[in-house]
């Protein structure tokens, strides 16, 4: 079970290494292909915001990827927990207040690393 918490884990961290891309370096090429409902016009005057989003998004790969360098079992998974909880309620808020797909997308594989890690650290 902590094998594959750890390659969700994983798959979460690449997915924001990703959106990290796109959001600070892709704006406004890639961009405009992966967010086709956002206006066109508007990804040029939105540049700089989507680079700060793009930069919280490598904050919370940074996080997943130390909790899977920690040697020590107990805190890896406090780490995991706390980055992956980051993303679960960014992804839950995202669906509220954007579009239901983000929490599909980006909340679900956190959501499930999380509930992996929580029973790795309360019942094994």
Known sequence: ???????ITLVVATMH??????EMFAWTTKGK???RNFPSDLFEP???MAANQGLYN???????LWSLIIN???????IALFFLGCVVVAGVYG????????FIVQGMPALIGFVLWAVIKYFL
């Open 1 to 7: 079970m902590i094998f594959l918490a750890k390659v």
């Open 17 to 22: 290494i990703y959106f990290l891309y796109l």
């Open 33 to 35: 292909k992966v967010f």
């Open 46 to 48: 939105t540049k700089q």
């Open 58 to 64: 490598g904050f919370l790969a940074a996080g997943l």
């Open 72 to 78: 020590d079992p107990k805190w890896s998974a406090n």
């Open 95 to 102: 669906a509220y207040s954007v579009a239901k797909k983000i």
